[in-house]
């Protein structure tokens, strides 16, 4: 059975914006790009599945692009503080399932973090084409590339491993990645033994090749 395309919609064509846009089109995302500027939706329009010049403050606008059937929203809106909460709030409103928002700095991300938004990232920590590819797994916490080659990544505990000890789920060899160490709400175990039984509220610090932390990657096959 072919795997549905995810659906995106990006907020706000700069830099940002452009990158993560470009990046998930690259992943064969159904992309939805919408900014103010006639320049820039001509631009994204040669490579997104979907552009449009929307003011995207205009609940009614939003509605009658059903962006509601889209899974994720990125508000690459950074510059303007004001924008970025109202569009925001917009999205709360329109109940998107899943929304990431750029801030210019950590004042600005704590207002984002306040009204509910689900992932802040600040370019200047965050490149958009590494944002775009932590998007491709809701699982990822974190991700630190180690070299060019590696990548240590925490993530949230899979579902199907809720429950089973490490040597059961056979993950070196399956999914060709290392635990480095489980991390508890109250303490980190460095280092687990094969014995020990996952969680559900359990993150795992890995370290794996960054072939493997893509979409079509182990990260991939867990979705």
Same mark, same amino acid.
């Given at each position: 059975? +072919?795997?549905?395309r /995810?659906?995106i919609?990006?907020?706000?064509?700069g830099?940002?914006?452009m990158?993560v846009? &470009?990046?998930?089109?690259?992943?064969?995302?159904?992309?939805?790009?919408?900014?103010?500027s006639?320049?820039l =939706? $001509?631009?994204?329009?040669?490579?997104v599945?979907?552009? !449009?010049? =929307?003011?995207a403050? $205009? %609940?009614?606008?939003?509605? /009658?692009?059903?962006?509601?059937?889209?899974?994720?929203?990125?508000?690459?809106?950074?510059?303007?503080l004001?924008?970025?909460?109202?569009?925001?709030?917009?999205?709360? *409103? @329109? /109940?998107?399932?899943?929304?990431?928002?750029?801030?210019r700095?950590?004042?600005?991300? #704590? @207002? @984002?973090?306040?009204?509910?938004?689900?992932?802040?990232?600040q370019?200047?920590?965050?490149?958009g084409? &590494?944002? !775009? #590819?932590?998007?491709?797994? +809701?699982?990822?916490?974190?991700?630190?590339?180690?070299? #060019?080659?590696?990548s240590? =990544?925490?993530?949230?505990?899979?579902?199907?491993?809720i429950?089973?000890?490490l040597?059961?789920?056979?993950?070196?060899?399956?999914y060709?990645?290392?635990? @480095?160490? %489980?991390? +508890?709400?109250? #303490?980190?175990?460095?280092m687990p033994? !094969?014995?020990?039984?996952?969680?559900? *509220?359990?993150?795992?610090?890995?370290? !794996?090749?960054?072939?493997?932390?893509?979409?079509?990657?182990?990260?991939?096959?867990?979705?």
């Amino acid at each position: 059975m +072919k795997k549905e395309r /995810e659906q995106i919609l990006i907020i706000g064509l700069g830099k940002f914006g452009m990158s993560v846009a &470009r990046t998930l089109s690259e992943y064969d995302c159904d992309v939805m790009a919408i900014d103010e500027s006639a320049e820039l =939706v $001509d631009k994204v329009s040669e490579f997104v599945t979907h552009a !449009a010049r =929307v003011d995207a403050g $205009d %609940i009614d606008s939003l509605r /009658e692009l059903g962006v509601t059937n889209f899974d994720t929203a990125i508000i690459g809106v950074g510059d303007d503080l004001e924008a970025s909460i109202m569009i925001a709030l917009t999205l709360k *409103e @329109l /109940e998107m399932p899943y929304i990431i928002a750029k801030a210019r700095d950590d004042m600005h991300a #704590k @207002l @984002l973090n306040m009204i509910g938004v689900d992932k802040v990232v600040q370019p200047e920590r965050d490149m958009g084409s &590494r944002v !775009a #590819k932590t998007l491709m797994h +809701k699982n990822v916490i974190e991700r630190m590339e180690v070299g #060019k080659e590696y990548s240590i =990544v925490e993530i949230e505990t899979p579902n199907e491993w809720i429950g089973s000890k490490l040597n059961q789920l056979n993950i070196r060899p399956k999914y060709n990645i290392n635990v @480095l160490c %489980i991390e +508890k709400a109250d #303490k980190r175990i460095i280092m687990p033994t !094969a014995n020990y039984v996952i969680e559900e *509220e359990d993150n795992l610090m890995i370290i !794996a090749p960054n072939s493997e932390i893509e979409p079509d990657g182990f990260l991939g096959r867990l979705r």
